[in-house]
């Protein structure tokens, strides 16, 4: 009885495991879940994250800062025989600022409690007013900040668009695998219909028996090739779940491309609206540029402040701080005037042949000088491959329409030389020859069809309209 049950527990497990349907991915879909699963994507958000803190923490270096100390102490001594103990408790808390301009100023409580409660309060404040002075120099680690997470704004959308574009490519290969291994079925039936039909012109004498050869050759040949193009298939999918960035062993059935539709989604600009909009939304020129006007700039001003006299001038006023009771403790003992203090400095510093400061300078200069030179540079390659990728996608539907003829020509050569062979017109070597020929037209066809959805797509992220193209919205996290 148990066995009984064991076979029909196993038969059921079978009959649920072949219902399950298998999972059908649209190109729409596969983008999505990229989106989502990505690790590429999901790094350059973390890194997002990283650089929104970073700058937190450099907008607070600019606001009051609570700071909070304290010491207890007991102390017990033995003199000629008499014990004497002493305890204190002293909580200190101190306020820090430092301002746009470079003033720094420290408030601080020093609170000591022992027998008597002698509080004292000390402010100190530093002006640089040479070295040192006005936001440009004293903020420029706070401007680093703002572009360093501007900078991860842009690699997240760039990790988005490159993500989302390989996602297509990797899609459209699938598609294109799936269709050569189409195209080599039709060729092994077609060869397949041709032994046959020989077969039968042999029996009937209209055939000689050496032509049956050569039309199993290409049975032969149509096999090994369809089942090279199925292990490219499957390598292909494996691909495409690289790409999306998912446990390679998800089952899935693509869903086929309706090539217009797909097509008519791609608006190819002009040449002039191509370059410019490259140099407008290309991420890592949008990067460069961004790092040339900031953080190389500022370097410069920065190493030419540090060459500058330094004159600070630095004041110190402490009231309170009085020992034993009555007048000169507790409260009153801040605002009785009787414990006070004031100090009003000037430091002067004057640096002679700084060499470490001029080097500085120099290396800054010509930094910034290579920025620009490099940028230049780079405007001019983003333009010319924008000229070429614009010129090749005009190029590759030139060739679409030309592989579109070609096929339609050679199936009715295909036809037209079939019935040759029926009526014993044309040999099995010839018949084999126009069959080999419009496999390749076929193929031609399928390659042209992928390299014009191929060129839209690359010329989409160039001019940084693939997200807007498959309405997709940056989110930071």
Not at 41 to 51: E, S
Not at 235 to 243: D, S, V
Not at 335 to 362: C, E, M, R, Y
Not at 373 to 381: G, I
Request: aromatic fraction near 6%; hydrophobic fraction near 40%.
């Amino acid at each position: 009885m148990l066995r009984i049950c064991l076979f029909i527990f196993s038969l059921l497990c079978c009959f649920s495991a072949d219902a399950e349907p298998h999972k059908t991915l649209t190109l729409k879909e596969a983008i999505l879940l990229a989106v989502r699963e990505n690790p590429h994507v999901q790094q350059a958000q973390l890194n997002h994250i990283q650089q929104k803190f970073a700058l937190e923490v450099a907008q607070w270096q600019f606001q009051p800062q609570l700071a909070f100390t304290g010491t207890a102490s007991m102390t017990r001594t033995v003199v000629n025989g008499s014990q004497h103990t002493t305890s204190l408790f002293s909580p200190v808390p101190a306020i820090n600022w430092n301002t746009p301009i470079g003033t720094k100023m420290t408030l601080t409580s020093t609170n000591n409690i022992s027998n008597h409660y002698n509080p004292q309060l000390s402010l100190q404040i530093i002006q640089p007013l040479i070295r040192g002075f006005g936001k440009a120099i004293v903020e420029a680690s706070l401007y680093n900040a703002i572009d360093s997470e501007k900078v991860s704004r842009l690699n997240v959308e760039n990790a988005l668009r490159t993500t989302v574009t390989n996602v297509i490519n990797a899609y459209l290969n699938l598609v294109s695998a799936a269709n050569t291994v189409k195209i080599d079925e039709e060729s092994l039936t077609r060869a397949q219909t041709s032994v046959q039909r020989t077969q039968l012109f042999i029996k009937a004498g209209r055939k000689a028996g050496v032509e049956l050869v050569t039309v199993q050759a290409d049975v032969a040949s149509a096999q090994a090739k369809l089942e090279n193009d199925k292990n490219a298939l499957e390598q292909t999918r494996y691909a495409l779940l690289t790409a999306i960035g998912i446990d390679p062993s998800t089952q899935f059935e693509y869903a086929s491309i309706n090539v217009p539709h797909l097509i008519n989604q791609y608006t190819p600009p002009s040449l002039e609206d191509t370059k410019r909009l490259t140099l407008e939304n290309d991420i890592q020129y949008q990067i460069n540029h961004i790092t040339l006007t900031g953080s190389i700039t500022r370097n410069l001003r920065v190493a030419e402040d540090n060459t500058r006299w330094q004159l600070n001038l630095t004041a110190n006023a402490i009231t309170g701080g009085g020992n034993g009771g009555g007048y000169n403790a507790g409260i009153n003992s801040l605002t009785n005037g009787s414990n006070q203090s004031q100090t009003l400095q000037l430091n002067l510093t004057i640096p002679i042949d700084d060499k470490n400061a001029k080097q500085a300078v120099l290396n800054a200069k010509i930094g910034l000088r290579e920025a620009r030179l490099a940028l230049t540079q780079e405007k001019w390659a983003k333009e010319t491959s924008a000229i070429n990728n614009w010129n090749t996608l005009h190029s590759t539907l030139r060739t679409l329409h030309f592989a579109e003829e070609a096929e339609s020509l050679q199936q009715k050569t295909y036809k037209i030389s079939f019935q040759k062979y029926s009526y014993g017109l044309i040999d099995s070597v010839e018949l084999q020859s126009v069959q080999q020929q419009l496999i390749a037209r076929q193929q031609s066809l399928l390659d042209a069809r992928i390299n014009y959805l191929k060129a839209l797509v690359s010329l989409d992220q160039q001019i940084g309209r693939t997200l807007q193209t498959w309405q997709i919205q940056v989110r930071y996290m």
